[in-house]
């Protein structure tokens, strides 16, 4: 985890994934008038997963707005909000339900800056959910991020740590563009030290988890915490492996990327995402590209299975990368070497 | 039922339905639902499920109205709708611990289920997600020239989502033989429906032209008949209905949600038990139309206690899914 | 005009408006198109554009109803309405050419046009597509506690997006200033709305407590009353309105589209424009009235003949964009 | 192009793409009574470019619907009809719109054969469009396809000539999954030799336009052309492209493509999709994970710009991938050499 810039931010808390979420609007909703959020059981419930439990008691109805069903029609009200004066955060309660607001979305939010010549904006934050594992079956676990990472105007953030998830939503809230926020649902409970004083982390910086000379491992959300336990086995096995989380999908912070391969002369990508057509084969690609003169083996990238996510929990546990399948891919990768070992 | 074979000639149901028998459909949907909840407590049930307990009656009361060749497609809430038209609960019950028996071999889990032998299509996890299908069937069994209808269940959350009145105004103008059937229990998940639904729900389905009827969803017969006259004007080729069915759940949005003094109070849920409830309704009307004797329907409900054991326990003994199983029914 | 900035108490427009502002206005949309036309058959304009001859009644109608702080949103037939709320035709001009003059530097084209200065949020090329952000306008001007209202103009085609019917619900729940101005010209593309929409359009407005209004679309006057009595009850917190426009296009969905007998007549399109054009007609009651005399408005028109020559003839000179324009304004 | 397997087929006559493709749905719905087209303006009008046109005249309107303007309820019928018993069309008019029938297509289309154990099935063919350089603007001009491809359940088919386009529709109609067929509106008026007889080309099987020896160019619909037409004018200079068509992108028949890169030891791949998480990502990673002990240089990628498509013509031409910047591009990765020329 980078440290902390300032000396002030050396006071730290252990706050969970949720909690610093909460922080960080509940900040911004103090700091600015303008911001405010908006969606489906987000006031008294907190949302299913009780995310923003607080914040309506804290702000008010006017404030934190409980709507209807109606997932194309508020995502566009957070539009229009945002293109006339207001920071709206929009919740879409699961991230399998954006499909229902991607003409919102991609077609309005995204475009209109670019179409109007850059005289409206849309400082609009969305908030939304993936991952699976939680036996929530094929529409409730899904990890769309790559939709909303190949149209170009939106920015998109996938948090892996409380630290970087209060950092990175207080710079989504206060960005200009449309921004997409995708909470991994099965993260919430996971703890970490986050500053007590105030601060932001830019979007499009990638974050090296921990460093390492053999194998990079490029994993985003929640699948960083797998390429860190894995790493932590595989150095008792003498591979030393570099866990670089990109942490915004767009922007995307090739340099870093590429660079840790270049060191490492391996990679294996990580993301939760369907394997095929996912946010993988981006990442992949342009290490693929970046690095290849340094490359010692191909990129591999691991991803959920190209299936529906499956009900049964002995089927839904084979679709998703763990630390099992990933420590496999990375010691076939090495061939069982440690770069010091080849030199 | 196939859908190739043109179902035979399907007149309106005539005569009396046997009331006794939709009185055991409610029953064993009760039943049903307390082991499910049963189930998830003891932490042999992956996941959650969202119990329909209290809002049996408009279950069977639609699907009392309906032919096995008639399709439902159902919701989150869909556990009564399936059995009412005609499910095995030991298949279910399978299904909602994901094993190799279930409905749909364990990949679907509880909001799911389908069941094509008995014409449903599915409970769908989308709020709204299925009135699509429900209306495409509709328009499927006009194409073929059947007497068929198709019911579409929803709750009163999806009266926000847009694509209700987008398949509303096709089946009104191309009067399809759909039936959409609104269960309105007050909530969408942990909000009250009078918070985010403006004017009178009836209104929105007359808008479209469609003949639009308020039920009350805890007597059995009246949901009954209101769906046979719908799906008798349905068959006969003039077109959609819509039954607005006031009904109640008495658990909670889903099994987990135990707490929920925050959005509504233990009286009202009270007063709906015990002044309200659909089972306890007919069972007063049968004894009362002299239809059933009380020992009898103690027997049956002990009867049913004991069918439900043995179903779930089935269902726990049952075998997972074989894991190649995982990415096999990918593509057809 | 600024957001944050709140706007001074504006009460319902008082005393008439200027009846020749207002026909003038009506006859630069008509010359302004008769140019885009001209532009597309020399082959100088990119693409199609959308024609919105012969519905100049209601842009000119509603806008003269509304402050220059007032929010509008458009259609993929917007050139009216952004000349109504505003806009230089110069400035157009240049946008529908793809020159850096243009309201968005050559990036929108006709279907894009936005023009915050004057409180339009754009056309929009998906049908539909500007009702969220209409509503989501009112909401802002809510939360700001400004009296600003926003107009979501749509076309009869968008009463078969759902999305309508769920911003009118949440317009109506929470009281929004917002005017919903559904300009019914018979047709969408190439199919004749009875064909696609079931019941009547008011219904379905006032089946969300929204007060719902049919208007002589060709009457700039009954337009302007209408939407001025929407206006103040906006302002003054009372919600939304819905107000249904009759109206017609004299020429084809777009610029192409000129072989049109498969859809609909000659006649019928002859009809419309010697019987109820709005200008001929707001023109011969102006003259009644004694607020104009012929001579007069034949030399208006010469005037804004001569400006709107002007006009293109700037934006055909005007240089295109830099090349490196293509990748600015992604992000803000 | 494939030859034509049979004797019969090799009677050809030339076609438009869009006389194929309503050859092909033409000839199906007389095949089976089950096939119906449903959409907006698909009836009289033949929808905007006219490629339907005839069909309501020979089939009526009771299979030839015209629909509101709704795609997501006309879609989802779709998938309703197709579950009982049809075979529905469903036309999109421009892929644009997409975005408001996603969750009809990925989350009920692409999932019910799966959810329901393979008991229920959804034969549904959605035909949609793709393609910039119409002067149409951001939204109707954008290549949406790399959204359908990473759904586990949806097949996807990019035809690029009116051959193609036949036997792909056919076959896409016949085929028991949900089908999503994108038609480069550019490319309606293209034409192509077509066989009288009938015939069908099954899903997943890749095509080589052109063989060569010195680079692969993997291009998908209309970016064929584009990769034709370079190859040719390469092949003055020295460089043998090879021009391999995926055809689908789901299936994707990853063999043919890593072969040829693994002969020609370079490869371009070129999509008109945005490059960023676009298809051409997922090629990309697949040929350069395959073929990776191959290659001589790094795979490269061309796509639209990560902009959304302006209006004016001198910049939207600057947008997408064209002969000169495929040249450019090729001519930079065979260092001016062909593979002889090193050998
Ligand atoms: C499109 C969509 N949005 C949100 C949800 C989350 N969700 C599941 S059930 C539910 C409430 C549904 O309320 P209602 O339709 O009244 O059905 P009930 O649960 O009361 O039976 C919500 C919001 C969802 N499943 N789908
Ligand atoms: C969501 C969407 N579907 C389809 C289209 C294609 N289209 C453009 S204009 C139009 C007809 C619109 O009709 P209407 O709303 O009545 O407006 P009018 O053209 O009559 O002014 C259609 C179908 C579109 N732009 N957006
Ligand atoms: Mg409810
Ligand atoms: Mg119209």
């Keep these: 985890m980078s440290l902390p810039e300032t000396e002030v931010e050396a006071v730290t808390e252990e706050l969970t994934m949720a909690q610093a979420i909460r922080q960080a609007i509940a900040e911004e909703m103090r700091r600015d008038e303008s911001v405010f959020v908006i969606g489906e059981d987000v006031a008294e419930a907190g949302t299913p997963f009780k995310v923003l439990s607080g914040l309506v008691e804290e702000f008010g109805t006017a404030r934190v707005l409980d709507t209807p069903i109606s997932e194309p029609g508020f995502t566009g009200m957070g539009v229009g909000a945002a293109m006339t004066g207001r920071r709206p955060v929009v919740d879409i309660m699961f991230g399998d339900f954006l499909g229902l607001a991607m003409d919102q979305i991609a077609n309005q939010a995204a475009k209109v800056h670019y179409m109007s010549g850059g005289k409206l904006s849309v400082p609009l934050t969305i908030r939304t959910t993936m991952g699976a594992t939680r036996r929530s079956a094929a529409q409730h676990s899904q990890s769309l991020h790559a939709w909303v990472s190949h149209i170009p105007g939106l920015k998109v953030v996938l948090p892996s740590t409380p630290y970087d998830a209060k950092g990175l939503m207080k710079s989504a809230i206060r960005d200009n563009s449309p921004v997409v926020f995708f909470e991994d649902k099965m993260n919430y409970q996971q703890r970490g030290q986050v500053p007590v004083a105030e601060y932001t982390l830019p979007l499009g910086v990638a974050d090296i988890k921990r460093p390492g000379r053999d194998v990079s491992l490029i994993a985003t959300s929640s699948m960083v915490l797998v390429a860190l336990e894995v790493a932590q086995v595989l150095a008792d096995e003498g591979i030393e492996c570099e866990v670089v989380d990109p942490r915004t999908t767009v922007p995307l912070d090739r340099e870093t990327l590429i660079e840790s391969v270049r060191r490492t002369s391996r990679a294996v990508v990580v993301d939760e995402g369907h394997r095929s057509y996912g946010v993988g084969a981006e990442l992949a690609a342009v290490v693929a590209e970046g690095a290849f003169y340094f490359l010692d083996a191909p990129v591999r990238r691991l991803g959920a299975m190209d299936v529906p996510i499956p009900f049964s929990p002995v089927l839904e546990d084979l679709t998703v990368p763990t630390a099992e399948t990933l420590a496999e891919t990375v010691r076939e990768l090495c061939g069982g070497k440690t770069r010091e070992g080849r030199a | ?332």
Tied chains: 1, 4.
């Excluded at chain 2, 189930?39 to 309906?66: D, F, N």
């Excluded at chain 2, 009067?175 to 929105?204: F, H, W």
Aim: net charge negative.
């Design chain 2, 1 to 332: 039922m196939t859908d190739t074979q043109a179902a035979v000639s399907t007149p309106a149901l005539e005569g009396s339905p046997d009331w006794l028998r939709a009185y055991r459909l409610m029953l064993s949907i009760r039943l049903f639902e307390d082991r499910v909840n049963d189930l998830y407590q003891r932490k042999i049930m992956p996941g959650l499920a969202h119990l329909s307990s209290g809002e049996e009656g408009v279950a069977v009361g639609v699907c009392t109205a309906l032919h096995d060749d008639d399709y439902i497609t159902s919701t989150h809430r869909g556990h009564g709708h399936c059995l009412a038209k005609g499910a095995e609960p030991k298949l279910m019950f399978a299904e909602l611990l994901g094993k190799a028996a279930g409905y749909c071999g364990g990949k679907g889990g509880s909001m799911h289920i389908a069941d094509q032998q008995r014409g449903n299509l599915g409970a769908n996890a989308i709020v709204g997600g299925s009135l699509g299908i429900a209306t495409g069937a509709g328009l499927s069994i006009k194409q073929r020239g059947t007497t068929q209808v198709a019911v579409s269940f929803i709750g009163d959350g999806a009266l926000g989502q847009g694509v209700l009145y987008e398949v509303m105004n096709m089946a009104s103008l191309w009067q399809l033989p759909v039936i959409y059937v609104c269960e309105n229990n007050l909530y969408g998940e942990y909000t009250l429906g009078s918070e985010t639904i403006a004017g009178q729900p009836l209104d929105r389905a007359a808008a479209f032209a469609i003949p639009a009827l308020e039920v009350d969803g805890q007597d059995v017969r009246a949901v009954y008949r209101a769906t046979a006259e719908a799906v008798a004007r349905a068959r006969r080729g003039e077109g959609p209905s819509f039954l607005l069915c006031s009904t109640y759940r008495y658990f909670g949005h889903h099994v987990g949600d135990v707490d929920r003094g925050y959005y509504r109070s233990r009286d009202e849920e009270q007063l709906w038990r015990t002044q309200r409830d659909p089972i306890t309704l007919a069972r007063v009307w049968l004894e009362a139309e002299g239809l059933a004797d009380s020992a009898g329907l103690e027997e049956l409900a002990d009867q049913l206690g004991r069918e439900l054991e043995a179903a779930a326990e089935f269902a726990i003994a049952a075998p997972f899914p074989e894991l190649d199983q995982v990415a096999t029914d990918v593509f057809a």
